[in-house]
């Protein structure tokens, strides 16, 4: 069994994010993804991945009984189910063949002030931009991309998602300079809030950045079938 780390709390229940919100996010999610955008599913929303490992995905603002259902329905791998609520929540509610991954945190940062911070002697930004979204990486001294990040707005609200620095490059102030230059990025398309959901290491670095938590997001999905 997978033990789960407690938290703060975030909220009267700790359970639940505002719908309006995590719509936007996973519309963001989804435009940055190159996925279809997503759909209603009752007190949801459903996004067509189409990826080997996961063609759909469902996203849920707080348990529901549509979550629950679809959690006794489902039974072959390549679905995935993420809700707003914290995993010792959701490990009670969904059957035992559902795998919990290690739980993150959905976020937001009010008035984005964007602030220059440089980054360690030997490694510089770039940034490419289609379609609305900035992709901005950090390369080392010898050209490798060592840290990437991507960031589009909706409806004034930035969303940002698959931010990483590989291990060898961390403590260093790159995650700081990144964020900070993707806050350029979406500044400048009228942002005036950021959205995110934050992995348990990365949930620091915001926290100290100024985003507060909204409710912790927990991710499961049927493992396939070994060889």
Same mark, same amino acid.
């Given at each position: 069994?997978?033990a789960?780390?407690?938290h703060?709390?975030?909220g +009267?229940?700790m359970?639940?994010a #505002?719908? %309006?919100l995590?719509?936007?996010w996973?519309?963001?999610?989804?435009?940055?993804?190159?996925?279809?955008?997503?759909?209603? %599913?009752?007190d949801?929303?459903?996004?067509?991945?189409?990826a080997p490992? *996961?063609?759909?995905?469902?996203v849920?603002?707080?348990?529901?009984?549509?979550?629950t259902? @679809?959690?006794?329905?489902?039974?072959?791998?390549?679905i995935?189910?993420?809700?707003c609520? +914290?995993?010792?929540?959701v490990?009670? @509610?969904?059957?035992?063949?559902?795998?919990?991954? +290690?739980?993150g945190?959905?976020m937001q940062?009010d008035?984005?002030a #964007?602030?220059a911070?440089?980054l360690p002697?030997?490694y510089?930004?770039e940034?490419?931009?289609?379609?609305g979204?900035?992709s !901005?990486?950090?390369?080392?001294?010898?050209?490798?991309?060592?840290?990437t990040? %991507?960031?589009?707005?909706i409806?004034?609200?930035?969303?940002y998602?698959? !931010?990483?620095? %590989?291990?060898?490059?961390?403590?260093l102030?790159?995650?700081?300079?990144?964020?900070?230059?993707l806050?350029?990025a979406a500044?400048?398309?009228?942002a005036?809030?950021?959205l995110?959901?934050a992995?348990e290491?990365g949930r620091a670095?915001?926290?100290?950045l100024?985003?507060?938590? @909204?409710a *912790?997001?927990?991710?499961?999905?049927i493992?396939p +079938?070994?060889p």
């Amino acid at each position: 069994m997978v033990a789960y780390a407690r938290h703060e709390r975030y909220g +009267p229940d700790m359970a639940g994010a #505002p719908p %309006h919100l995590v719509e936007t996010w996973v519309s963001g999610w989804a435009r940055i993804r190159g996925t279809p955008p997503p759909e209603r %599913h009752r007190d949801g929303f459903r996004i067509e991945v189409g990826a080997p490992d *996961q063609r759909t995905r469902y996203v849920f603002p707080a348990v529901s009984a549509t979550l629950t259902r @679809l959690a006794e329905d489902i039974r072959l791998p390549g679905i995935c189910l993420k809700v707003c609520a +914290p995993p010792e929540t959701v490990r009670v @509610l969904v059957p035992r063949r559902w795998r919990l991954d +290690p739980p993150g945190t959905f976020m937001q940062r009010d008035d984005i002030a #964007p602030e220059a911070i440089p980054l360690p002697d030997g490694y510089r930004l770039e940034r490419e931009t289609a379609e609305g979204i900035d992709s !901005i990486c950090v390369l080392a001294a010898d050209d490798s991309v060592i840290a990437t990040g %991507h960031v589009v707005v909706i409806d004034r609200a930035a969303i940002y998602d698959r !931010i990483a620095t %590989h291990e060898d490059h961390r403590r260093l102030g790159i995650g700081r300079a990144l964020v900070a230059a993707l806050d350029h990025a979406a500044v400048a398309r009228g942002a005036r809030r950021g959205l995110l959901v934050a992995t348990e290491p990365g949930r620091a670095l915001y926290t100290a950045l100024g985003w507060k938590p @909204l409710a *912790q997001y927990t991710s499961m999905a049927i493992a396939p +079938p070994r060889p």
